[in-house]
């Protein structure tokens, strides 16, 4: 794992991770199981609000993650970082959480999400890095539950040179708050970055793909500015994990329709420039209107004449065909990419005819037929088709279409 060492806040952070709107990363938080013997329906999801407080202060939106294993796929997709919480003072951390953790850091592991366990949590991603959980404390000097409520500066932690707290502290050692009776030991596939004066891993940084950080001691309480650094850095790399997630996403909307594209054999055209005083599109808040565009093919027109005289009604729906993907060249750089289409509002196809004709919509069929094949999830739209005399340099049919993008400009 590679920890960036500089930590960003607010704005500039978001504005240095998104391209666009910025991003707020979700962060699921493990919660502790409040249940009573006597009241077996009255179980409750318990976070202490500090945790959420400080994933909120440092930019990110904090939600509860229920113990449920069937949900985890879908929750870790929903997630842009995970963090294990401590467990609640005195108590000790039930099995059914603790089997829960273990399934979600695997999981988290294996795709990369950003990772944070404190006290409780950081043991447990410990262990499963192949560290050893340590019931007992040595007796020493040090006290590492000073008190119930951690809100207080208790005992110094050495910080490893090297390491991202070295930076982020500026010199070997720092005081710290505590509450925990049990630790982390051994090796594994982490690095420590701090320790207690009695030998006591107070931080690691796993040597892993993603971000990977444990804390020993409750920097949601935020007493010092490494606390603070340290819910940033978290926050600073799900936003990143965020953007580019939201890239990919993008990426992977854009490419289907190309795929499909060279499925059928087709390709997108350039985006030609308007033959007159307007534009080729326009953009009023979220609706796209492409004008009218006539079938070009590598640039030149490529059918003319009139549907019922010398252009057969399959002649007449392949110009649709090209007609519309002429409209979709420009409608991709009005909006910034197909995957920002969110559907369409109206096709129109004007169909050069002989006064006698009558099939107008199967010839506008061919570019509602393509459109469906490129967009099947969201190619609904209302439709009009229209006989005209003539059309624009003699093609036969000429297509205008409506859309709805994702969001406003």
Known sequence: MTIETTVATGDARRHATQSDEPRWPVILMTPDLSEAPDAPTEKEYVVRANYADAIAEAG?????????????????????????????????????????????VEQALKTGKPLLGICHGMQLIGECLGGKFQTELPAAAVSHIPQDVPDVLAHEIIVEQGSVLANWVGRRSARVNSLHRHALAGHGRFRVAARAPDGIIEAFEGETDGFCLGIQWHPEYRLTELDRNIMRAFVDRSAEAAARKARNASSAGSNRVRERLVQLELA???????????????????????????????????????????????????????????????????????????GFVRLAGYVAADAAFERHGAVVDGASELLRELFPDRWTHARIAVGVASLPRGVPVEVELTAIVGDEA
């Open 60 to 104: 990110g939106i904090p939600l509860i993650l229920p113990y449920n294993t069937r949900n985890l796929a879908p929750a870790l997709a929903l997630a842009d970082g995970i963090l294990l919480t401590g467990a609640r003072p005195g108590t000790e951390v039930t099995g059914a959480r603790r089997q829960f953790e273990i399934q979600l």
């Open 268 to 342: 997108l055209p350039e985006a030609s420039s308007p033959p007159g005083a307007f534009s080729g599109a326009v953009r009023t808040g979220n609706i796209i209107t492409i004008s009218g565009q006539v079938p070009l093919k590598d640039g030149v027109v490529l059918q003319t004449g009139h549907l019922g005289a010398s252009v057969s009604i399959e002649e007449g729906r392949e110009c649709a065909r090209w007609a519309l993907l002429n409209a979709l060249a420009q409608l991709e750089g009005a909006a910034g990419g197909f995957h920002k289409i969110q």
